[in-house]
Nanobody
C-alpha cells in the first residue's frame, strides 16, 4: 500500500519552530505536486500548503503564509514543511499527500484530489 510517512512533529512553545518531513518508502514522488494538510480536533482536514514537482510553484493558506515554508528534495524523494512562529492554533495532526491530477501547485490543496495519505504527525503548540 502506497502511504506517506510523516515525521518531525512534537510539543513546542508558542513562537517556536518545527520541521516536518514526509516521504513514501519505495515509491517515487516524481511528477506529483505534494500538499501538506492539517486536522485539528473536531475540525475538517484543511490544506495549508503545496509544492509543484519541478516548476517552483507553491501555495500557502492565509493562516500560515509568512510563517511556514514548503520545500522538496526530489533526489531524496522527501518533502518538508518548515514551521516558524508557531501559534496554539497551529495545533493539529499534519499530513502530506500527492496530487493525482497535477504536477504543479494549483492553489489550495483539496483533499478530494489528493491521495496516499499517511498516519500524520502530531503538532502541539502550548506553553
Amino acid at each position: 500500500q502506497v502511504q506517506f510517512v510523516e515525521s518531525g512533529g512534537g510539543l513546542v512553545q508558542p513562537g517556536g519552530s518545527l520541521r516536518l518531513s514526509c516521504a513514501v518508502p519505495g515509491f517515487s514522488l516524481d511528477y506529483y505536486a505534494i500538499g501538506w494538510f492539517r486536522q485539528a480536533p473536531g475540525k475538517e482536514r484543511e490544506g495549508v500548503s503545496c509544492i509543484g514537482y519541478s516548476d517552483g510553484s507553491t501555495y500557502y493558506s492565509d493562516s500560515v503564509k509568512g510563517r511556514f515554508t514548503i520545500s522538496r528534495d526530489n533526489a531524496k524523494n522527501t518533502v518538508y514543511l518548515q514551521m516558524n512562529s508557531l501559534k496554539p492554533e497551529d495545533t493539529a495532526d499534519y499530513y502530506c499527500a500527492a496530487d493525482l491530477e497535477y504536477s504543479r501547485c494549483v492553489g489550495r490543496p483539496r483533499t478530494a484530489r489528493y491521495s496516499y495519505w499517511g498516519q500524520g504527525t502530531q503538532v502541539t503548540v502550548s506553553s
